[in-house]
Nanobody
């Protein structure tokens, strides 16, 4: 069983940047893909980005391509999401997730509690 703890959310103006982090414990971090999802108020949870176990492969939702970057540090059991050029539509609770396989296309099976990111206009 894995425990995922997100941090780094907050309030930022449109055009600004935030970096959210997720520390994993309890399951071999480097064996599995990691991902970020988000859920805005009143909407379904949606995929944001994913990264393969060694970081060599990534994927992004079209809405964040070119603005967000996912990365990981396997020595620190941590995955990051750098969010630049933020828009009010990026306001959401951001969730870290661990995959069941190693590739970025993996289904995701474990979830953190989320961290709120709010972008003001």
């Amino acid at each position: 069983q894995v425990q995922l703890v997100e941090s780094g959310g907050g309030l930022v103006q449109a055009g600004g940047s935030l970096r959210v982090s997720c520390v994993a414990s309890g399951r071999t971090f480097s064996r599995f893909a990691m991902g970020w999802f988000r859920q805005a108020s009143g909407k379904d949870r949606e995929f944001v980005a994913a990264i393969s176990r060694a970081g060599g492969s990534t994927s992004y939702a079209d809405s964040v391509k070119g603005r967000f970057t996912i990365s990981r540090d396997n020595a620190k059991n941590t995955v990051f999401l750098q969010m630049n050029s933020l828009k009010p539509d990026d306001t959401a609770v951001y969730y870290c997730a661990q995959g069941s396989r190693s590739g970025a296309e993996s289904p995701f099976v474990s979830w953190g509690q989320g961290t709120q990111a709010t972008v003001s206009s």
